[in-house]
């Protein structure tokens, strides 16, 4: 078990963070100190908690464009809540963001399953349309820190043994999926669907509904994310992690998940958003220009989606010959 992770995606790709770490502390060492990573943990937070529903969709051979729009509206509409009734509890705030999340990719979802739209052009067009429900009900007004109440807004920086609780929601949801994935029914039928969608048809799984779930835990988390982006930045307005449903992607690629489905990991998710948010919290501490973020991130695509194309092709060969040898 232990020589399987050794030679895993996951594997190479934590030492390769380690390395980029390594690398970076001999310019600026303090990086390395224990509560600055951890302040890089807690900035890349948002982003692993997406990353784990996209990857969950993307392992279904579909994919949610949708998801950062989606963060963007739920948060405009719990700050607006919050403005209206500033003494409603952060549970409530909570639940309504997840549900609301939820509905909107439960609308992905059943365009997707009932209507047979591909997955790509149902994501950009109600990407779209997120986008422009929150300047329809905002006016295109910001909503700013001082009509948001404290408790909204402390919330997701309240300490819990030295770490925000922003943090603890990631670590939370990824033992969530982790279990989700690897211990349940729902976690098998995305592997099966996405592996091999007419064969899951014959061993009883709806694969449309199975699709259909996956979008709504993806919208679920975007909405949880798009309270806890509004609260810690304390302000919500129409173009809110513009463009940030691309670093999702990219993490879940970069952590080995398939584009073309049925092969994937909580763990190589993960990793992937760490390595981003390693990316890019280092750069500026270096002097290095933002913009080579993008450069790295689309190297890291194109090397990820290679290494993956190789191994199918390596999958194939093997099969291949192994039915030669059985005839």
């Not at 059943?110 to 950009?124: A, D, G, H, N, Q």
């Not at 949801?173 to 039928?189: N, S």
């Not at 779930?213 to 810690?232: D, E, I, N």
């Not at 190297?299 to 093997?318: C, Q, V």
Request: proline share 4%; charged share 10%; glycine share 10%.
């Amino acid at each position: 078990m232990i020589r399987n992770f050794l030679i895993s995606r996951e594997a190479i790709l934590l030492l390769v963070i380690l390395v980029l770490v390594g690398i970076i502390s001999t310019r600026f060492p303090g990086f390395i100190v224990p509560a600055n990573l951890a302040n890089v943990f807690n900035d890349t937070s948002p982003l692993i908690i997406l990353a784990l529903g996209q990857m969950v969709v993307i392992v279904t051979r579909c994919i949610d464009l949708s998801v950062a729009a989606n963060l963007a509206l739920t948060g405009m509409v719990v700050a607006m809540i919050n403005t209206m009734a500033p003494d409603l509890p952060i549970v409530v705030i909570l639940m309504v963001a997840m549900v609301f999340g939820a509905v909107l990719g439960a609308v992905n979802g059943i365009l997707v399953w009932k209507f047979e739209i591909p997955p790509i052009v149902v994501t950009l067009g109600t990407m779209t349309i997120f986008r422009g429900l929150i300047f329809l009900i905002s006016d295109g007004k910001w909503i700013n820190a001082h009509e948001m109440s404290p408790n909204f807004t402390a919330f997701p920086r309240a300490q819990i043994l030295g770490l925000p609780v922003l943090s603890w929601i990631a670590i939370g949801a990824v033992v969530i999926f982790f279990i989700l994935i690897t211990r349940t029914a729902l976690g098998r039928a995305f592997f099966a669907v996405g592996g091999n969608p007419h064969a899951a048809v014959y061993t009883g799984i709806n694969v449309g509904r199975t699709r259909f779930f996956a979008f709504v835990l993806s919208g679920a988390l975007a909405g949880l994310t798009g309270y806890l982006w509004v609260a810690r930045y304390a302000v919500a307005y129409v173009d809110i992690a513009g463009g940030f449903e691309l670093e999702v992607v990219a993490a879940c690629v970069i952590g080995g998940v398939s584009i073309a489905g049925g092969i994937g990991s909580v763990g190589g998710a993960l990793l992937g958003a760490l390595f981003l948010g390693v990316v890019k919290n280092a750069l500026p501490v270096v002097n290095i220009s933002p913009f080579w973020q993008l450069a790295i991130s689309g190297s890291a695509i194109i090397i990820a989606i290679a290494m993956n194309a190789r191994a199918n092709r390596r999958k194939g060969r093997f099969i291949l010959k192994q039915a030669e040898q059985s005839t």
